[in-house]
């Protein structure tokens, strides 16, 4: 059985523009339709092969079950979506149907197993023909093939359909059938050989979803029969790059895979990952004599479970998942598509062509796409602009680091220590502006793969003219070109050193030769003569002319070329090189070390940016990426992006670049809103760093983002026991010290911490479900005001919060509205202001209102609209004490309105008053004396001696 949702792709689209919370709401969608269609078929005797996004295929062994099962059960999802096929969301209601294709015949199934990790698939006859069944369906339609309607006739099974052409029936909308329940069939896999099928990392997962930056690879083959091993091959490179192969599935688009990258665990370099892999798996097919075509996009999604209790899959749902698709059915064979996000990522490193732009199936306006044809053998990953800001003493201090080469001297390894995105890098490459004197190797080490001697290797290919275009035999000619020229001035002693070593050094690259040496050793001695050729190398090439070897990220460094970098600067006193490592530290912010025994070691600590320099940076960026000279940024900007950075200038360059590219200023450098995504690239290497935690800290963390910036383990505590996440408090403790160890917070006092960068608090936070947070948020409010309850205003800013962020619109308009009277009270009236603000808020969203001046006035609202009435007359005070008198006119206005709805003299007199009191600072006398004179008329009507008393005041403040 073959079902397809139609109205899916439009729900999705229209979903999927409400961002975040839309593909919540999605996924909750579909599991409220899939969890009785689910128990639909199992109740029936069958079971779920496999889901596809909007579609699933289900498979009843014929030899355990009638036919006439798979068709009931058919109609029994039929009449499900009758009766809940109609799902209402905040963001619109959307008629949800099925298309139900049937067919009987062969079914082949198989497991392929191997040692990283177990897949399997269904294909067959049936398979194939109940897709095409459901492709003879309009909406809402059942239809048969004729090999289904001969297994209903063997099991003298009577329908009533309508034939459609030769081969098909479309059964009969008002046909029922009445059958006994089936026998339930033990469809459970053995417990203990699920972890062969998934990784642990998502057996362990205790929620349901996340929200995560994800690359989305579709790969469609043409099948023959070396698919099998190819897509074994397939799963080991998605290991080995470290990518989730999600599945293998033969359905209506042939035989596809669907393998994502970023999901269920976060990686950096997501692009260039991904790149990589399709190049290899590209590779593979050709090996195979097997056709394949890519469809390659990053976006963000829900990760996470769909299905139901009893059937669910582990997937990513979201327009880039739908997207990848499209563009591997629009390849052609051999092709691998991908979007633009990626090429932008990847541009200095791989070779793409435009392919154009086009329109794809379910996606508004054209979509650009490119080829990717493969990796760059040269490239600069460096890409730096601007002033290098606030380094001017490290980078003196790295120059003098380089004197000995002066004296024909070898300078030992220096270290640049610091975090992801300090600028590293960067200092290295304004070194290398400044030392044009010396020869400049550099040589990048690997983090995806961390390649056997990758570094080296990378160098020689340069260095030797490598290239995989070339033939065997050009490769070996420039080899041999470059070797000349490298020993043509060599001395006697590095020479024969230099002749023994060459078939080692060409055999890194994969150059061999008849008779040599390389072939009549040993593994052992081989190994350690590959080691002694690498030195004899460096030595020869130092002796030509001084050189600073860049050993980038060395952090990432292999095994193999650990053990070159011990020989090549073992008694080498004096050879004139010098080694430069830019290295992150640890997870446990402990210095990362090569290990060296008997080297010079000198070190440099790059130290996040101050406020000052930090300003200086910011401005400076603006003005080059906006293009406006000598550009201030006002300090309200400074001080968002100074709050979200924290100093690190990779992350004040890529949130100024995210408030270029979405629009977030305005023409005078303001902000529009203060809420924004963090950068993709940011978030892949704090989500990275997270991701390797164990499950238990990971949990802690992502409560206590919850709570705040800060938080007091006594209320974390209580909220874990409350989600049954039950520590003991010397396990808690231990947790809390792993993150502190892990230099994700720091404590303040012995009962409370603080996030070390608001960015880990906020990407944790950002990555997990609205039903998840506002369940958390609820509980932090209560929790508080359980332990908290006899000093409970030193937590209304807190409550507030909580209860605005678990949409408990009541509980939160009464903590704003305490918590903005104690901030006036104490005169801290910018703070007011905000927390009247939201307040206001609130209350519209608590009538589900946009616009309050057209409300008709009830009993049942009339209260609720004199609360907001009440709540723009403090925020006007507080407009006019702050002199923000161009804010205050709307609020008149509305307030105006409101009062004459509410026919409440008072409230209408009261509004007269602050409206002469606005026009008066704008220095519009004739206008506030008419509206006092109004104000007067209401407050003699009424005998109000003292309203009376402040309006005669503010006659005489007028006419001043």
Known sequence: MFIDISGFTAMTQTLMKNGKEGAEILTSIINNIFTPAIDAIYNNCGFISTFAGDAFTAIFPSDEVEAAYALYAGLKIQDIFNNIGLQRSKFGDFQLSVKIGLSAGDVEWKLIENDVQNAYF????????????????????????????????????????????????????????????????????????????????????????????????????????????????????????????????????????????????????????????????????????????????????????????????????????????RFMMKAEWGEIYLDRRIYNNIENKFQMQFIGEEDFKGFSGKIPFYSLISKKEQFDDKGFSGELVGRAAELKQLYDFTKPLNEKRFGGVVYIDGVAGIGKSRLVNELKEKVPDYNWLFLPCDEILKKSFNPFIYYFNNFFDQSEENSVEDNKQNFESAFSSLISDCEEKILSELEYGKPFLGALLNLFWEDSIYDQIDAKTRYDNTLYAIKSFFKALCMQKPFIMELDDGHWIDKDSLNALAVLTRNVD??????????????????????????????????????????????????????????????????????????????????????????????????????????????????????????????????????????????????????????????????????????????IQEIKYIFKHALIRESVYEIQLKERLRELHKLAAETIESLYNENIDDYLEDLAFHYEKAEITEKAIGYLDKAGYKAKYNFQNEKALDLYSRKKAQILSQLNLDDITNIEISNENKSIIENYFDTIVELNHLLQITGQLADMLVNLETALVVAENL?????????????????????????????????EEIFTEVNDETMLGLIYRSYGISLM
């Open 122 to 325: 269904f294909r067959g006859e049936a398979i194939d023909n109940c897709a095409g069944s459901e492709h003879q369906c309009s909406t809402g339609d059942t239809v048969i093939d004729f090999n289904m309607m001969d297994a209903l006739k063997s099991g003298k099974t009577n329908i009533s359909c309508t034939p459609l052409n030769k081969k098909h029936y479309l059964i009969d909308k008002d046909f029922q059938l009445n059958l006994p329940a089936c026998k339930n069939i033990d469809h459970e896999y053995p417990g203990e050989k699920v972890n062969t099928f998934e990784p642990q990392v998502i057996l362990d997962r205790k929620l349901k979803g996340e929200f995560r930056d994800i690359i989305s690879a579709f790969i469609s083959f043409e099948e023959n029969e070396n698919l099998l091993s190819a897509v074994l091959e397939i799963i080991a490179l998605t290991n080995q790059y470290g990518g989730y192969f999600n599945k293998v599935d033969f359905g209506d688009k042939g035989a596809v895979a669907l393998i994502l990258f970023g999901a269920p665990i976060g990686r950096e370099k997501l692009d260039e990952r991904a790149a990589d892999f399709t190049l290899k798996v590209k590779e593979c097919g050709q090996r195979n004599n097997l056709n394949l075509r890519i469809g390659l996009t990053f976006g963000k999604v829900f990760a996470g479970f769909v299905g139901s209790d009893r059937r669910s899959e582990y997937t990513a749902l979201g327009m880039t998942v739908n997207l990848s698709a």
């Open 574 to 747: 004096e050879c004139p090189f010098i080694i430069i490592s830019a290295c992150r530290y640890n997870d446990d912010e402990t210095i990362f070390e090569f290990g060296l025994k008997d080297v010079l070691e000198n070190r440099l600590e790059l130290n996040y940016l101050d406020k000052e320099l930090s300003r200086y940076m910011i401005d400076a960026k603006i003005a080059e990426i906006y293009k406006t000279p000598n550009q201030k940024v006002p300090d309200d900007v400074f001080e968002f992006i100074w709050e979200k950075s924290a100093g690190n200038p990779f992350y004040i360059e890529q949130i100024i670049m995210y408030l270029h590219d979405h629009k977030v200023l305005d023409t005078e450098m303001k902000l529009k809103r203060t809420s924004i995504e963090i950068p993709s690239n940011i978030n892949a290497i704090i989500v990275a760093r997270i991701d390797r935690l164990t499950e238990d800290v990971k949990e802690v963390i992502k409560t206590a983002s919850v709570i705040g910036k800060e938080f007091i383990v006594k209320i974390l505590s209580s909220m874990l026991n409350s989600l049954s996440i039950e520590f003991q408090s010397d396990k808690l403790q231990n947790v809390i010290n792993t993150g502190k160890t892990e230099n994700i917070w720091n404590s």
């Open 903 to 935: 026919k409440d003299n008072v409230r209408i007199g009261k509004v007269h008053i602050d409206f002469a009191s606005y026009l008066t600072a704008s220095a519009k006398i004739d206008d506030a004396i008419e509206h006092l004179e109004k104000a």
